[in-house]
């Protein structure tokens, strides 16, 4: 048995690192593949339409068909390695919540010769077998692989779109970085009410555990437990309330990227400096750069969250936890 770590990263690698490295080399193989569809799209409409080549366009749409094909494989590939990944962390968190709170907690309890000896809070086991570690684990597989995906597919289309017309690619990066700021200010918020969610949840299911069933059937509601629905209703209100401020920002922001490559690419194309190619390769960059965006959002709060988890998580170990090795 090993003590559990202080970092849920630490957790992760000590746990999966194998098939973290699996996950790793498939998304560095897939990155590059991003900007190809966007090259194409432009080569199809500047190079074949434009001259009229049919055979030049069957044969970039081949290769147009062949790159999606490769990427859906790819793509298929590692997100089923990353779900093996969380069930298996899921897995061995629920070995660690059960060793720790029916042997360690108890042979403390027993050392230490306290009153409760041996006693058990069944409802914050039971809170943390399920939803807690459920939580946690479906952070495990995209911990890694997640924010690389994303960073890395940004870097090579809007690595591809400063290629192809800088001033254009400035305006795009202008109208997203307002995002850097917004993210972390609210993803802040959101962690601290989570957490306390999660101690109220706690708390809800040790009250109905502590209560026998004759003395909750047929009385009336207690207070304790009507004072904690709604706390948590509370909490739960403040965290869709920030959230979704939040979401409805950053999507406003990846809307406005499209419009203003759009305007000024037009204007460019209207005065004869680019072709209307890069024009429709931009939008789709564009579109292309608004998923990444919203799941590198994704990521950074499901690491915050994480993290805020797998602290609370070890709030409720006694000292030295042990780690199950499953």
Same mark, same amino acid.
């Given at each position: 048995? /090993?003590?559990?770590?202080?970092?849920?990263?630490?957790?992760?690698?000590r746990?999966?690192f194998?098939?973290?490295? &699996?996950?790793?080399?498939?998304?560095? &193989?897939?990155?590059p593949?991003?900007?190809?569809?966007?090259?194409?799209?432009r080569?199809?409409?500047d190079? +074949?339409?434009?001259? @009229?080549?049919?055979?030049?366009l069957?044969?970039?749409?081949?290769?147009y068909?062949?790159?999606?094909?490769i990427? +859906?494989?790819?793509?298929?590939?590692?997100?089923?390695?990353?779900?093996?990944?969380?069930?298996? #962390?899921?897995?061995?968190?629920?070995? =660690?919540?059960?060793?720790?709170?029916?042997?360690?907690?108890?042979?403390?309890?027993?050392?230490?010769?306290?009153?409760?000896?041996?006693?058990?809070?069944?409802?914050?086991?039971? =809170?943390?077998?399920?939803?807690?570690?459920e939580k946690?684990?479906?952070?495990?597989g995209?911990? #890694?692989? @997640?924010?690389?995906?994303?960073?890395?597919?940004?870097?090579? &289309?809007?690595?591809?779109m400063?290629? #192809?017309?800088?001033?254009?690619?400035?305006?795009?990066v202008?109208?997203?970085?307002?995002?850097?700021?917004?993210?972390?200010?609210?993803?802040?918020?959101?962690?601290?009410l +989570?957490? /306390?969610?999660?101690? /109220?949840?706690?708390?809800?299911?040790?009250?109905?555990?502590?209560?026998?069933?004759?003395d909750?059937?047929?009385?009336?509601?207690?207070m304790?437990?009507?004072?904690?629905?709604?706390?948590i209703?509370?909490?739960?209100?403040?965290?869709i309330?920030?959230?979704?401020?939040?979401?409805? #920002?950053?999507?406003?922001?990846?809307? %406005?990227g499209?419009?203003g490559?759009?305007?000024?690419?037009g204007?460019?194309?209207?005065? @004869?400096?680019i072709?209307?190619?890069?024009?429709?390769?931009?939008v789709?960059?564009?579109?292309?750069?608004?998923d990444?965006i919203?799941?590198?959002?994704?990521?950074?709060?499901?690491?915050?969250?994480?993290?805020?988890?797998?602290?609370? %998580?070890?709030? +409720?170990?006694?000292?030295?936890?042990?780690?199950?090795?499953?």
């Open positions: 048995m /090993k003590k559990m770590p202080n970092s849920v990263y630490q957790y992760i690698f746990k999966s194998g098939h973290q490295i &699996i996950v790793v080399s498939l998304t560095l &193989i897939l990155l593949l991003a900007p190809i569809p966007l090259d194409l799209q080569r199809i409409l190079d +074949a339409v434009a001259q @009229g080549n049919v055979n030049l069957f044969k970039l749409g081949g290769l068909l062949l790159t999606m094909l990427s +859906a494989g790819i793509k298929f590939a590692m997100r089923t390695q990353r779900e093996l990944i969380s069930a298996r #962390i899921v897995r061995s968190l629920r070995n =660690s919540v059960f060793h720790s709170m029916y042997t360690i907690v108890p042979k403390m309890h027993k050392t230490q010769k306290m009153h409760n000896d041996g006693e058990v809070d069944e409802g914050a086991v039971v =809170s943390m077998l399920s939803s807690e570690v946690l684990g479906g952070f495990a995209a911990a #890694i692989s @997640g924010p690389l995906f994303e960073i890395g597919t940004l870097v090579f &289309i809007l690595g591809y400063f290629w #192809i017309e800088p001033l254009v690619a400035s305006i795009a202008a109208l997203y970085s307002p995002q850097m700021i917004i993210v972390p200010f609210f993803q802040a918020r959101m962690n601290r +989570a957490q /306390k969610k999660a101690i /109220k949840l706690r708390e809800l299911g040790s009250f109905i555990v502590e209560n026998p069933q004759g909750l059937l047929m009385a009336e509601q207690p304790k437990f009507t004072t904690l629905i709604e706390d209703l509370r909490l739960r209100t403040r965290f309330m920030n959230k979704n401020i939040m979401k409805t #920002i950053n999507n406003l922001l990846i809307a %406005l499209p419009f490559i759009i305007s000024y690419g204007y460019m194309a209207i005065q @004869g400096e072709e209307v190619g890069v024009i429709l390769a931009f789709s960059g564009m579109e292309r750069l608004g990444p919203r799941e590198l959002v994704g990521s950074y709060s499901q690491i915050t969250d994480a993290r805020m988890r797998y602290a609370t %998580l070890l709030e +409720a170990f006694p000292d030295g936890p042990a780690n199950s090795t499953a």
